[in-house]
């Protein structure tokens, strides 16, 4: 449905060798989540996943104190068919982009991005003009716009037919669902989430105001116990780094200013 240019180079680089070993390419982010993904829709399918127990529901929450129930719809992201293997690719695709790319060796700030997108999608779905249970389906959507705001130059085409640019592809597809006659407002909650966290990590800081979203300490050092913080950065990725965010105007390795 989406060609890219650089997208595909980012997990594909094994892609002649077996399955696992393109899994196992994957970052740990990444892989984590779309496995989650994959094994919660394959259960649904074969009735080994019953949704009743996993969807969200404010009351079940406040009345029964089933908590899991703020995590869980994140991680069904549709039944089997040609809509969920779109979302996959999405998920496959933009998010090994971000997490190899633009977080690269930050895999503490990518996993706190997953945090606060989820927990900003929570509080939308407060609001009675939102009736959606599950949740997997905007934050893929999500990543996706927040890949395009990272590389909004970048060329795509839909279908192969349309050619634009990144920064118009999340758009694109809230106007097609639309057009199909498909309820928009899980694109629209996507880009609304994916805005906010790239705003307020990205756009105000640069403008001189506070990183309130700065990623805590406590969230690295899970990773690190659950081995899920990737490689060290060595002095010569660490100057990459450095090199590139002095062209956003602020360090956002450590979370802080480079006058702090």
């Known amino acids: 449905m989406v060609a890219g240019g650089g997208a595909g180079r980012v997990h594909g680089a094994n892609s002649g060798g077996s399955p696992g070993d393109w899994y196992n390419t994957l970052p740990p982010i990444t892989r984590l989540y779309g496995t989650i993904c994959v094994c919660t829709t ?10 009743r127990y996993i969807f969200l529901s404010w009351d079940l929450i406040v009345r029964k104190f089933q908590v899991w129930r703020l995590i869980t719809p994140f991680f069904f992201i549709g039944k ?15 998010g090994c982009q971000l997490e190899k790319g633009t977080y690269e060796h930050r895999t503490a700030d990518y996993a ?11 509080v939308f779905s407060l609001q009675p003009f939102i009736p959606l249970y599950f949740f997997g389906s905007p934050f893929v959507f999500s990543l996706l716009y927040l890949w395009s705001r990272f590389y909004p130059d970048q060329q795509v085409s839909i279908y192969g037919v349309v050619p634009l640019k990144a920064f118009w592809l999340p758009w694109a597809f809230m106007v097609i669902t639309t057009l199909m006659g498909g309820n928009p407002m899980e694109e629209l909650l996507g880009i609304l989430t994916g805005h906010f966290y790239y705003f307020m990590t990205d756009l105000y800081p640069r403008a001189g105001g506070t990183d309130w979203l700065r990623t805590p300490k406590f969230v690295g050092e899970f990773l690190a116990w659950a081995k899920l913080s990737g490689v060290a950065v060595d002095r010569a990725s660490q100057d990459r780094l450095r090199q590139r965010q002095q062209q956003w105007g602020t360090f956002r390795g450590t979370a802080r200013r480079l006058n702090d």
């Open 42 to 51: 394959i259960g649904a399918q074969f009735g080994l996943v019953d949704l």
């Open 80 to 94: 089997l068919g040609l809509p969920f293997m779109f979302r996959l690719y999405f998920l496959i695709v933009y």
């Open 112 to 122: 706190w991005m997953y945090m606060c997108s989820c927990a900003f999608m929570l």
